[in-house]
C-alpha cells in the first residue's frame, strides 16, 4: 500500500472513533457545548436537563435515572449538564439568568417550595397539573410534600426524592474504640463530651465539616434543636429581636459545635467532609441524608462500618429536603420534558435514584427490598416522626433571599466570630424582606 492510501485509511479510522466517542458522550452525559448545540437541538429528539449532582454517590444516583429512561426511549439523546456544588448555590445560579433570558434547559434539578417562587411569580414555569393527574401521583405522594409542589392549588414540579437533614453520621469503628455509645448522644452536653472524649484520644478534629454551605446547613440544625416552635418562627420571618434567648442559645451552641472541626472546612466539600469520616480520620459529620449515598458509594455498610442518630434535640423530627424537575416554559423539547418527569416522579425512577442516592422515595408504594437498612430505618421513622421541617438552607423553607442571605452571614460569621453582628444581620434581614415570606408553615 501506498504512503497515500495508508495515511487516508488512517484519517478515516481516527474519524471513525471520533464519531463513535462523540456519539456516546452526546448520547449520555455531554455536558458542555450546550450552547452550541442549541440550534440543532429543536430539530433532534433530544432532553437538557442541568443538576448538581456531582459526587460519587450523587452521580451514580442520577445516572441509574437516566437508564431508566434511556430504557423506555432508546432513541432521545440524553444531555445533562452537572454542575459541580453542593446544595445547588453554583447551579441556581448559572440557571438563573438562562432561564430569565428564555433559554431554559427542558427542565433543572430544583428545591421544592420556595426555591421555585422566583420562577412562578415571573411566569416562567409551566403547571403541571395533568401530570400529576395522568400518573396519579396524589395517591401516592405524602400530603405534606403534595403542597411543596404547588403554587394557588395548581402544581408546578415533581418530586424525585425526600431527604432528611437533621443527621449526625458517624464511623462505627472510631465511636466503639473510643467507647462511645451514640444511642446517648441526645443532647448537645453530651454530644461535645463525647467530642472531648475522642480529642484526648488524639482525634485532632472529632467533626468534619465543608464548605460555607455545609456551616449554615449545621446552624439550621441547631434552630431546629431549639424546638418546633421556634423553627416555625424562624421560617416565618418572625425572630427578628436581638434577644431572642433561643436565637442566643443556637449561637452559642453553633460556637462550642465549631471549636471540634477541622480547621480547612472552607475548602472542602461536603462530600470530602463525609469521605474523612468514611475513612475514619474523624467520628461525626452533621449531613443530610445525601451523604448515605456516599458511605454506599464507598461499599460502607449501615450498622456495620457507620451509622447515623438524629441531631441531639431532634429525634422527633424530620428535616425536610425535597428535590424536584419542573416544566420550564418555551423549552426546545416539550414532550421529552414530560416524559423525563413522569420518569422522575415514577416508581421505577424512583426505585432506581434513591437507593443510591441515599434518600427515600417520595413515593409511598416503594418496593423496600431495594433500600437499605437505613432507608427502611428512614421510611418507618418518616411515618413515625412528630414533626416535619422544611430546610431553609436546602430551598424550601424561607424565601430564596434569605437562604442566600444567611449564607454570606454564616461565611462571615466563621471569619469573625462576631456573634453581635451575626444576629443583627439576621434579625434586620429577616425584617427587611417581610413581605417575601408568603407561605404560613405550621408545623406544630
Ligand atoms: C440536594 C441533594 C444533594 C445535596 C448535596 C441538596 O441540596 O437536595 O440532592 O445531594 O444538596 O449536593
Same mark, same amino acid.
Given at each position: 500500500?501506498?504512503?497515500? &492510501?495508508?495515511?487516508?485509511?488512517?484519517?478515516?479510522?481516527?474519524?471513525?472513533?471520533?464519531? @463513535?466517542?462523540?456519539?456516546?458522550? %452526546?448520547?449520555?452525559?455531554?455536558?458542555?457545548?450546550?450552547?452550541?448545540?442549541?440550534?440543532?437541538?429543536?430539530?433532534?429528539?433530544?432532553?437538557?436537563?442541568? *443538576?448538581?449532582?456531582?459526587? !460519587?454517590?450523587?452521580?451514580?444516583? &442520577?445516572?441509574?435515572?437516566?437508564?431508566?429512561? +434511556?430504557?423506555?426511549?432508546?432513541?432521545?439523546?440524553?444531555? !445533562?449538564?452537572?454542575?459541580?456544588?453542593?446544595?445547588?448555590?453554583?447551579?441556581?445560579? &448559572?440557571?438563573?439568568?438562562?432561564?430569565?433570558?428564555?433559554?431554559?434547559?427542558?427542565?433543572?434539578?430544583?428545591?421544592?417550595?420556595?426555591?421555585?417562587?422566583?420562577?412562578?411569580?415571573?411566569?416562567?414555569?409551566?403547571?403541571?397539573?395533568? #401530570?400529576?393527574?395522568?400518573?396519579?401521583?396524589?395517591?401516592?405522594?405524602?400530603?405534606?410534600?403534595?403542597?411543596?409542589?404547588?403554587?394557588?392549588?395548581?402544581?408546578?414540579?415533581?418530586?424525585?426524592?425526600? *431527604?432528611?437533614?437533621?443527621?449526625?453520621?458517624?464511623?462505627?469503628?472510631?465511636?466503639?474504640?473510643?467507647?462511645?455509645?451514640?444511642?446517648?448522644?441526645?443532647?448537645?452536653?453530651?454530644?461535645?463530651?463525647?467530642?472531648?472524649?475522642?480529642?484526648?484520644?488524639?482525634?485532632?478534629?472529632?467533626?468534619?465539616?465543608?464548605?460555607?454551605?455545609?456551616?449554615?446547613?449545621?446552624?439550621?440544625?441547631?434552630?431546629?434543636?431549639?424546638?418546633?416552635?421556634?423553627?416555625?418562627?424562624?421560617?416565618?420571618?418572625? +425572630?427578628?429581636?436581638?434577644?431572642?434567648?433561643?436565637?442566643?442559645?443556637?449561637?452559642?451552641?453553633?460556637?462550642?459545635?465549631?471549636? %471540634? @472541626?477541622?480547621?480547612?472546612?472552607?475548602?472542602?466539600?461536603?462530600?470530602?467532609?463525609?469521605?474523612?469520616? #468514611?475513612?475514619?480520620?474523624?467520628?461525626?459529620?452533621?449531613?443530610?441524608?445525601?451523604?448515605?449515598?456516599?458511605?454506599?458509594?464507598?461499599?460502607?455498610?449501615?450498622?456495620?462500618?457507620?451509622?447515623?442518630?438524629?441531631? !441531639?434535640?431532634?429525634?422527633?423530627?424530620?428535616?425536610?429536603?425535597?428535590?424536584?424537575?419542573?416544566?420550564?416554559?418555551?423549552?426546545? *423539547?416539550?414532550?421529552?420534558?414530560?416524559?423525563?418527569?413522569?420518569?422522575?416522579?415514577?416508581?421505577?425512577?424512583?426505585?432506581?435514584?434513591?437507593?443510591?442516592?441515599?434518600?427515600?422515595?417520595?413515593?409511598?408504594?416503594?418496593?423496600?427490598?431495594?433500600?437499605?437498612?437505613?432507608?427502611?430505618?428512614?421510611?418507618?421513622?418518616?411515618?413515625?416522626?412528630? %414533626?416535619?421541617?422544611?430546610?431553609?438552607? *436546602?430551598?424550601?423553607?424561607?424565601?430564596?433571599?434569605?437562604?442566600?442571605?444567611?449564607?454570606?452571614?454564616?461565611?462571615?460569621?466563621?471569619?469573625?466570630?462576631?456573634?453581635?453582628?451575626?444576629?443583627?444581620?439576621?434579625?434586620?434581614?429577616?425584617?427587611? #424582606?417581610?413581605?417575601? %415570606?408568603?407561605?404560613?408553615?405550621?408545623?406544630?
Amino acid at each position: 500500500m501506498n504512503k497515500i &492510501i495508508k495515511k487516508i485509511i488512517l484519517i478515516l479510522l481516527i474519524t471513525a472513533a471520533v464519531s @463513535v466517542v462523540s456519539i456516546y458522550a %452526546y448520547r449520555i452525559v455531554s455536558n458542555q457545548n450546550i450552547e452550541s448545540k442549541q440550534s440543532a437541538e429543536s430539530e433532534i429528539d433530544a432532553l437538557t436537563f442541568y *443538576h448538581w449532582w456531582t459526587s !460519587p454517590g450523587e452521580s451514580a444516583a &442520577i445516572n441509574a435515572l437516566i437508564d431508566v429512561f +434511556i430504557k423506555k426511549y432508546p432513541d432521545t439523546a440524553v444531555m !445533562p449538564t452537572p454542575v459541580t456544588g453542593g446544595g445547588g448555590f453554583s447551579m441556581l445560579g &448559572i440557571i438563573k439568568p438562562l432561564v430569565n433570558a428564555g433559554e431554559a434547559p427542558d427542565a433543572f434539578q430544583m428545591h421544592a417550595a420556595y426555591e421555585s417562587k422566583p420562577y412562578y411569580d415571573a411566569g416562567l414555569l409551566k403547571q403541571i397539573d395533568d #401530570i400529576w393527574e395522568s400518573e396519579d401521583l396524589e395517591s401516592v405522594i405524602p400530603k405534606i410534600v403534595q403542597d411543596m409542589n404547588k403554587f394557588e392549588g395548581h402544581y408546578y414540579s415533581v418530586p424525585i426524592d425526600i *431527604h432528611r437533614s437533621n443527621l449526625v453520621w458517624y464511623n462505627k469503628l472510631l465511636l466503639s474504640q473510643n467507647n462511645i455509645n451514640p444511642d446517648n448522644l441526645t443532647t448537645w452536653d453530651l454530644f461535645f463530651n463525647a467530642c472531648e472524649t475522642l480529642k484526648a484520644s488524639g482525634v485532632e478534629y472529632p467533626i468534619q465539616m465543608g464548605e460555607s454551605w455545609t456551616a449554615s446547613h449545621v446552624f439550621e440544625q441547631i434552630v431546629a434543636s431549639m424546638g418546633i416552635d421556634f423553627y416555625e418562627d424562624w421560617v416565618n420571618g418572625k +425572630i427578628t429581636s436581638l434577644d431572642n434567648p433561643k436565637l442566643l442559645e443556637a449561637l452559642r451552641i453553633f460556637n462550642k459545635y465549631l471549636s %471540634y @472541626v477541622n480547621s480547612d472546612y472552607s475548602e472542602l466539600s461536603w462530600n470530602s467532609a463525609t469521605a474523612r469520616v #468514611i475513612e475514619g480520620e474523624s467520628a461525626f459529620n452533621i449531613m443530610g441524608d445525601w451523604a448515605n449515598g456516599e458511605f454506599k458509594a464507598a461499599k460502607k455498610i449501615y450498622g456495620v462500618d457507620y451509622g447515623v442518630f438524629a441531631v !441531639p434535640g431532634t429525634e422527633n423530627m424530620y428535616g425536610l429536603v425535597i428535590d424536584t424537575f419542573q416544566h420550564p416554559k418555551g423549552i426546545k *423539547h416539550p414532550v421529552n420534558a414530560q416524559r423525563w418527569l413522569k420518569n422522575a416522579a415514577s416508581k421505577e425512577g424512583q426505585d432506581a435514584f434513591n437507593p443510591l442516592k441515599g434518600s427515600i422515595s417520595a413515593r409511598t408504594d416503594s418496593d423496600i427490598s431495594k433500600y437499605d437498612a437505613y432507608q427502611q430505618f428512614a421510611t418507618s421513622d418518616f411515618l413515625a416522626v412528630r %414533626y416535619m421541617f422544611p430546610s431553609v438552607v *436546602h430551598g424550601s423553607g424561607a424565601p430564596e433571599s434569605f437562604k442566600l442571605n444567611l449564607n454570606d452571614i454564616i461565611v462571615q460569621f466563621l471569619d469573625n466570630r462576631d456573634d453581635e453582628e451575626f444576629i443583627s444581620s439576621m434579625t434586620r434581614y429577616i425584617q427587611s #424582606i417581610s413581605s417575601e %415570606y408568603t407561605i404560613n408553615w405550621s408545623l406544630n
